[in-house]
């Protein structure tokens, strides 16, 4: 409770130090709200399951639905009109038709579909490393990754690839056990991606945004400097929250760099005591669970919230899923499902 108490207030005195109150307001009340209900399911039991089980069916939902829309782009646009709102469908739209072609299926945006298909992902690949539903979790990842690639999130597929390669390496017994795991994965990845890359016009464009791309990080880079600018003025404390919302008019695309501006360096150390004591005990459980002799449903569910922490983490520095209010709930969310079981 003491770090949960500790970062509301000095929420509040960053709330107050900021000079854009509306924006600052309105990341205060979210925060204040993430942290009530981390607080509220943190030592609850059975809520493991069911948020494992929720993130796994919405990445099977934004699957299908973006290739449902990549097969039939006119029905799945014509649903968009109906159930979204005007500034989502605009959105969608300018993303399919410009030269990148996002596709988000019924997702307000590619960043949320693209999010919830790495969970998915990350969970998926969990429960085969634990031999759980074997062929049916392959399907998955073969058909996420493909969704995955028609949203073109770059940031995303590199950090699904890089939190797996994490995962396995760290916490998988056997040297032997883990080199296969590699190789397979690499193999098959690799035979998949060129299957994808001939067929789909969708991974021709993706590749190139990956390795043609004069600019790869999409212009990232002057939020970058615009944030580091803010740290240099006041170092110990930032700018103040919400500055990166009123100024960019979203997130700075860099969480890291983002806390650092807005909060300093003692918003950065703060919000260290409230998330790294989770992390540690989600990764000492799963070492623990997986390096016994009996190997059970505590260890899936561990190694799929350590799969999605890593992907969070890692996507932390190309996106905003600190700063966005569904992917921070579903961060803390998973820090809190170690203490549950």
Avoid at 55 to 71: D, K, N, P, S
Avoid at 72 to 77: R, W
Avoid at 84 to 105: C, F, K, M, P, Q
Wanted: charged fraction near 10%; glycine fraction near 8%.
């Amino acid at each position: 409770i003491a770090p949960i108490i500790l970062y509301a207030l000095y929420q509040f005195i960053e709330m107050q130090r900021s000079a854009y109150p509306t924006t600052a307001g309105i990341s205060f009340l979210f925060n204040v709200v993430t942290l009530w209900v981390f607080l509220f399911v943190v030592n609850r039991r059975g809520y493991e399951r069911m948020f494992i089980k929720c993130l796994y069916c919405g990445g099977i939902y934004y699957t299908v639905m973006v290739l449902l829309q990549a097969i039939t782009p006119f029905s799945i646009n014509h649903i968009r009109e109906v159930l979204l709102a005007r500034v989502d469908v605009e959105a969608g739209l300018r993303g399919y038709e410009n030269t990148t072609h996002y596709i988000s299926g019924l997702a307000p945006n590619s960043a949320i579909a693209a999010f919830f298909i790495a969970m998915m992902i990350g969970i998926c690949f969990s429960k085969i490393l634990v031999n759980e539903k074997i062929f049916k979790n392959i399907l998955c990842v073969f058909a996420g990754i493909i969704s995955l690639v028609l949203t073109q999130k770059r940031s995303l597929v590199l950090c699904v690839a890089l939190a797996i390669a994490i995962v396995v390496l760290f916490f998988k017994k056997g040297l032997k056990k883990r080199v296969k795991i590699f190789i397979t994965f690499f193999l098959v990845g690799s035979i998949a991606l060129y299957i994808m890359y001939t067929v789909m016009p969708a991974m021709s464009i993706f590749m190139g945004r990956l390795l043609n791309n004069t600019d790869f990080f999409s212009g990232r880079l002057d939020l970058y400097g615009t944030m580091m600018k803010w740290f240099y003025s006041n170092p110990f404390m930032g700018v103040g929250i919400g500055t990166a919302n009123h100024s960019f008019g979203y997130g700075g695309h860099n969480c890291y760099i983002q806390l650092l501006g807005e909060e300093g360096i003692i918003g950065c150390v703060i919000y260290g005591i409230l998330i790294i004591p989770h992390i540690v005990l989600t990764f000492r459980k799963l070492v623990k669970s997986w390096n016994s002799k009996i190997v059970d449903e505590n260890t899936s569910i561990l190694l799929s919230c350590s799969t999605c922490i890593v992907i969070v983490l890692i996507y932390a520095f190309t996106g905003n899923p600190l700063y966005d209010y569904t992917f921070c709930l579903t961060f803390f969310m998973l820090l809190a499902i170690p203490s549950q079981i």
